[in-house]
């Protein structure tokens, strides 16, 4: 079969290998959609954590399923996705009900090699229905969960004010649901196209360019005085997580979707006032998959919308370099494969 591997910084190259021998306990799907991630894209870089080269890079992924090989309740022949997120399922993370921060977690496409392939065999445990989705939302459920998943993190609440930072793929995703849940959401970027996507496409329309205006004059004018009460970064930008913490009202709570090489820093007795709390967000779980899929169903989400991009699987190491570039415009690209 054919692959895409990133084998140093800067560098893709096609490649063949030998289509997987199904393993007890996997099953095989015949990738059909790649959806390309800030993590691929950082990976290109040479700037994402808990990263080797060279590596077969994708995690964003739908196809068929042409090998259930015993996983209990599905059929050879349907569309799926499933959990790229593979845990040992024994230690202190998988028995707390976080298998996402499983302590030896295989990342696909990160840890281990992903979905930039033709056939793929991951753990039949990690397999998700398709419920009737195409193959290009099935390939978005991925990113949407990583955002419900910060979301519920955040147990935003309704009526309250959320400041999502960073108008990307997983910043807009998380908009999203904490609008679904029910937040009052504030969009900040410093790319005025992806903010007009947020008013345009999500309904977004208390926004903030954070070259443009003056930051904290505006939440104060956006919330009455109050600040938000949850602050979600989906940047990875040091400076942006750094700069997040005094946009915190009293009492909030401030989740990092995005990560970052580098030290969080800031004011120890402007934080302990607020008595705020501080968290991460990591992958997602299953029940975040279920939460997006079933919000897909219902037309509260359209995943659709995001795709600004779209190129065959023989086209991505050509097209790969630009993505990197705000003024192409991409939100997220989409790859096809031959099979698909």
Not at 11 to 28: D, F, H, N, R
Not at 98 to 121: F, Q, R, W
Not at 292 to 313: C, E, W
Request: charged content about 20%; some cysteine; overall charge negative.
């Amino acid at each position: 079969m054919k692959i895409l591997a990133c084998t140093e910084p800067g560098t893709l190259v096609y490649g063949e290998k030998e289509a997987p021998i199904v393993q007890p306990g996997e099953s095989l799907i015949q990738i059909k959609r790649i959806g390309i991630c800030g993590t691929d894209l950082h990976a290109f870089e040479g700037t994402q954590p808990f990263f080797s080269y060279p590596r077969i890079l994708g995690h964003e992924l739908s196809g068929e399923l042409v090998a259930p090989n015993g996983a209990e309740g599905f059929e050879k022949g349907e569309a799926v996705t499933f959990i790229p997120y593979f845990n040992c399922g024994h230690c202190i993370g998988c028995r707390s009900g976080k298998p996402n921060c499983c302590t030896s977690i295989k990342v696909c496409g990160v840890h281990i090699d992903g979905g930039m392939v033709e056939y793929l065999a991951v753990p039949s445990y990690s397999l998700v229905h398709g419920e009737g989705l195409s193959y290009d939302e099935l390939a978005l459920v991925e990113p949407l969960a990583i955002g419900a998943h910060g979301v519920r993190r955040a147990a935003v609440q309704p009526g309250e004010y959320v400041l999502v930072i960073g108008a990307g793929p997983i910043g807009l995703g998380t908009m999203e649901f904490a609008r679904i849940a029910g937040g009052k959401v504030i969009a900040m970027d410093m790319n005025e196209g992806r903010l007009a996507f947020c008013k345009d496409k999500l309904k977004v329309y208390d926004i903030i360019n954070v070259t443009d205006d003056d930051v904290m004059a505006k939440l104060n004018e956006i919330t009455n005085g109050d600040m938000p009460t949850v602050v979600i970064d989906c940047t990875g930008s040091q400076r942006a997580i750094n700069n997040g913490f005094q946009y915190m009202a009293h009492g909030a709570r401030y989740v990092l979707v995005g990560l970052q090489k580098g030290d969080i820093c800031f004011s120890h007795p402007e934080f302990h006032k607020r008595e705020a709390t501080l968290m991460s967000s990591r992958n997602a779980t299953r029940a975040d998959f279920e939460h997006v899929i079933a919000s897909m169903k219902k037309g509260l989400v359209d995943p659709v919308n995001y795709i600004t991009h779209r190129v065959q699987f023989d086209e991505v190491a050509s097209a790969f370099k630009s993505w990197l570039d705000p003024a192409t415009g991409v939100i997220k690209a989409m790859v096809e494969l031959p099979n698909g």
